[in-house]
C-alpha cells in the first residue's frame, strides 16, 4: 500500500531538474543542501514556539515545509545524479528528517486544543514510521515509504493546520481529534511499513 503524496515526488523533481543542475555547477553539496533543510526547520519551529501567544509567527511553518520539501528532493537528486552519495550523507539524510518534523510539529503542543501528551504521540509515532521504514535494507527489503502518512502527508496536515492557526482560526476543543486522528493515520502507517517488507521478503531466508 503506498497512497502517498510520496508517489507525486518525480513530478516534482522534473520541476527542479535545471536549478539542482545550476546548484551542483556552482559547488553546492548534497550534505549543505539536508543540513540547510534541518538548520531552517530548527529555526522555524523554535520561532513559532518562542513567539506564542502570538499566533502570526506560525505562518513560517507552512512556508519552510515547502522550502524543506524542495531541499529534500535536490539532495536526493544531487546524490544520485551529481555522484554525491556518502555514508555520511545517508546519515545525515534520515536523522535530519525526524529532527525536522520534531522542530516543527512541536510548537503545536503549546496550543490549548491539541496540548502536549496528544501532540508528543504523534512526534513519537512519526519517528516510529522512519524508524521502521530505515529497518526495511536490514532485513533485505527496501527503504519503506508506505502510507497513508508519510513524510509528505504530514507536512500537508502539519502545514494547513498551520496556515489555520496562523491566520488566526478558530480552535475549539474538538480540534483535538485532529491529533487522535493522525495520530491512528501514523499508526496505521507502521503497520503498514512492516507489513510491505515482511512482504517483500517473503520466502527469503
Known sequence: MRLTLYELKPAFQAVLRPRVDALARTGVTANQVTLAAAIGSILAGVVAALC???????????????IRMALNAADGMLAREHGQRSRLGAYLNELGDVVS?????????LIPAFGFPLV???????ALTE?????GPMTGASRRYDGPMGKSDRALVFGALAL???LGGPLPDWTAWIM???ASLLALTVAN?????????AGER
Not at 502570538?54 to 512556508?63: D, E, H, K, T, V
Not at 518534523?101 to 503542543?109: E, G, I, M, Q
Open 120 to 126: 508528543g504521540a504523534v512526534l513519537f509515532l512519526t
Open 164 to 166: 489555520w492557526v496562523g
Open 131 to 135: 524508524f521502521v521504514g530505515v529497518i
Open 52 to 66: 506564542w501567544p502570538l499566533r502570526w509567527p506560525f505562518l513560517l511553518i507552512p512556508l519552510w515545509l515547502f
Open 180 to 182: 487522535v486522528a493522525l
Open 101 to 109: 518534523d520534531v522542530a516543527l510539529y512541536a510548537p503545536f503542543a
Open 193 to 201: 511499513r512492516v507489513r510491505a517488507g515482511l512482504k517483500e521478503t
